[in-house]
């Protein structure tokens, strides 16, 4: 099974600044990482696929980049709507496996 | 627009079984799988298994194996999830959610969810 790592658990960021989250996978996922943001009581939302393309809608201040093992998720001038949880998850083999996320939190 | 729309929150006693059901709408069902995630009370997601809309071919997490049964009924565009044997542990989130992975050995990411049906297993 392939083991995902998120870095850091939770980050404190101002608005209108930028964030950075990191993903690792155990071994190597190729480009088969997505990226999902998830708010309280809501399902959780695609965001990025193929580690660098941007879902239908998703807004160009989200970036993905990375392959291999090391992933990087890029939100370039936080808004108020885009504190939440971040997931990343590989489907480059079964079994499909999450990191345990990234909370950002307004600093 | 394509939709998935599960059905509403069980209560379970130990030892129950529970069956979750996911209607697909507003794409061709037999072309994409269906993954099931959960997500228990403030904890991370977690992927159940993945069956094939085209086939029926399933693939199901280790832990799970023996517990959870995967189906679907393609007249009706629907994905079933039934997980047997529930313990206290088993209290979550359930999601189903559309993966282009339509047939064993490709490859998917999770493009659209259902919106969640809450299973609570209690005495």
């Known amino acids: 099974e392939i083991v995902m790592t998120q870095s850091p658990a939770t980050l404190s960021v101002s608005p209108g600044e930028r964030a950075t989250l990191s993903c690792r996978a155990s071994?190597?996922?190729?480009?088969?990482l997505a990226w999902y943001q998830q708010k309280p009581g809501q399902a959780p939302r695609l965001l990025i696929y193929?580690?660098?393309t941007r879902a239908t809608g998703i807004p160009a201040r989200f970036s993905g980049s990375g392959s291999g093992t090391e992933f990087t998720l890029t939100i370039s001038s936080l808004q108020s709507e885009d504190f939440a949880v971040y997931y990343c998850q590989q489907y480059n083999n079964w079994p499909r496996s999450f990191g345990q996320g990234t909370k950002l939190e307004i600093k | 627009q394509v939709q998935l729309v599960q059905s509403g929150a069980e209560v379970k006693k130990p030892g129950a079984s529970v069956k979750v059901s996911c209607k697909a709408s507003?794409?061709?069902?037999?072309?994409?799988?269906i993954s099931w995630v959960r997500q228990a009370p403030g904890q991370g997601l977690e992927w159940m298994g993945w069956i094939s809309g085209y086939d029926g071919n399933t693939n199901y997490a280790q832990k799970l194996q023996g517990r959870v049964t995967m189906t679907t009924d393609t007249s009706t565009s629907t994905a079933y999830m039934e997980l047997r044997s529930l313990r206290s542990d088993d209290t979550a989130v359930y999601y189903c959610?559309?993966?282009?992975?339509?047939?064993?050995?490709?490859?998917?990411?999770?493009?659209?969810w259902g919106q969640g049906t809450l299973v609570t297993v209690s005495s």
């Open positions: 193929g580690a660098s």
């Open positions: 071994q190597s996922v190729s480009s088969n």
């Open positions: 507003g794409y061709t069902f037999t072309n994409y799988g």
């Open positions: 959610a559309r993966e282009s992975a339509a047939v064993a050995g490709t490859r998917g990411f999770f493009d659209y």
